[in-house]
């Protein structure tokens, strides 16, 4: 269990590190003087990267809480 909260924490904190840029897009901004436009292309291909993944676990987490959810019983 420490193992998975552990590499939970490391990849949280890895992920927030990351560069998302591809090496054509990097090629292109690095060539301008302004550094504010690749900081803007990095941070929203890291959203739209980030969006798939929020929808896929608040599915599982509906799903989760209808299985597992305790059944009232009827008097």
Do not use: H, W
């Amino acid at each position: 269990m420490k193992r998975k909260i552990l590499f939970s924490l490391f990849s949280f904190l890895f992920f927030l590190k990351t560069n998302a840029q591809c090496a054509m897009c990097r090629a292109v901004l690095e060539s301008e003087e302004g550094q504010s436009t690749a900081e803007g292309v990095n941070d929203g291909i890291v959203y739209l990267m980030a969006i798939p993944y929020i929808i896929v676990g608040t599915i599982g987490f509906i799903i989760y809480r209808k299985f597992n959810n305790p059944k009232k019983e009827i008097k």
